[in-house]
């Protein structure tokens, strides 16, 4: 039976039109399906950082700030991630924690809601630090909190609500939430938005000018391959922009930073969600990784994501006995983000079993299995074997014997 998959997947592999891009990045035997937690290494990002390191602050030092680009790099590399989530120029910034720009983006919005609105929206199964970030923008704001089901949110937002966070794609189950409609839904209540997009971000069109997102944010790690903690990005809708109070206004967000006055008078535009001196190792080993992207279209890797994710549940299906694991990422292709989440027992040892024979996806608890599916660099052939060794773990026979 796996022939006639492994052989579906070599047809698949040659059809691939992006299957060349995997020769950008840094990669071995492994089957790499843990692009949704940390990206893998663009072969443009070391000798960068060395350049960076040696010429840029080795040799030239102080200058580097005008010479070398630093002390623009937060919207220059704001303004390329731009076109990967569906905004003009002039919107996003790079820099800090995604759980910092959370922080700005919610109490930001609280501001802009503007009297009579004190109620924060949290989607509740969100991933944990955005939760965490609201309940304390909340304390602060003096707002209540109230977590909420995404798919409940038309029903429960309302005239005192100032802003609602959504996760665009849930981080346990994959599941994609519909970002047009639920926008819609909380603007037609006079609320305001903040998408967490941390696992859509280079995976999938978001479209934030076209749905008229009010703020968003996102990591840089996972599918735009940054790095370990590479700085995360904060999109201000440009007509917000003006009326954007940061709760972190740094000397970086200040209009004349240089001028050292006490008194803080915004940046125009989205420069004032900076806040203070960038991370440039890490943010110019991201702007170097993000070259991998020069003549790559999201419609190409949402196209090539959906294929993977449905021929990965194809061989379960045919591969793994019924029962022993369950999907909880939903069939629909419109529902789903690019990660398969298989529930099953004892998945933690499974997982550990998985990765020892060289297929790398993660544990989340207390019983997920989560693949990850970056198209940039997993072919088909990547998919069939996962899905084998999977059943040959849960079928408990030793590594290497055929399925
Ligand atoms: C949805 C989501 N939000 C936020 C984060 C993390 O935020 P930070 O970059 O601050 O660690 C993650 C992953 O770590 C995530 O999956
Ligand atoms: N950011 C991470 C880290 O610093 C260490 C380990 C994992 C992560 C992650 O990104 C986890 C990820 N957001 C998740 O979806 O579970």
Known sequence: MSESYAKRAAE????????????????????YLDGNSLGALPRSVPGRVEDVVRRQWGSLRIRSWDESGWWTAPERIGDRIAPLVGAAAGQTVVGDSTSV????????AVRLAGEGRDEILV?????????????????????????????????????RTAVVL????????????????????????????????????????????????????????KYLNGGPGSPAFLYIRR??????????????????PFGMTPDFSPAPGALRGRVGTPDILSMLALEA??????????SAVRAKSLALTDFFLECVAAYVPQGAVESVTPSAHADRGSQVALRCQGADAVMRSLIERGVVGDFRAPDVLRFGFTPLYVGFGDVERA???????????PAGAPV
């Not at 720009?101 to 930001?108: D, R, S, T, W, Y």
């Not at 519909?178 to 926008?183: C, F, I, R």
């Not at 990784?289 to 999201?298: G, P």
């Open 289 to 298: 990784a993000l070259e991998v992207w020069d003549d790559v279209s999201v």
């Open 239 to 256: 007509d917000l922009q003006a009326r954007f109070d940061s709760p972190l206004p740094g000397w970086n967000s200040h209009a004349d």
């Open 101 to 108: 720009n959370l922080f700005k983006a919610l109490v930001g």
């Open 12 to 31: 698949l592999d040659a059809a691939d039109e992006l299957a060349s891009v995997r020769a950008r990045f840094v990669l071995d035997d492994v089957v």
């Open 166 to 221: 959504l996760n665009h794609v849930d981080y346990r189950t994959g599941r994609l939430y519909d970002l047009p409609s639920l926008t819609a839904a909380v603007h037609a209540a006079g609320a305001l938005v903040v998408w967490d997009l941390c696992h859509s971000a280079g995976a999938l069109p978001v479209g934030l000018d076209e749905h008229g997102v009010d703020l968003a944010v996102g990591c840089t790690y």
């Open 123 to 159: 989607d509740a199964t969100t991933f944990p630090t955005d939760g965490y970030i609201a309940a304390s923008a909340a304390r602060l704001t003096g707002c209540t909190l109230r977590p909420v089901a995404p798919d409940e949110v038309p029903g429960a937002v309302g005239p």
């Open 387 to 397: 899905a084998r060794v999977l059943a040959e773990v849960l079928a408990g026979e």
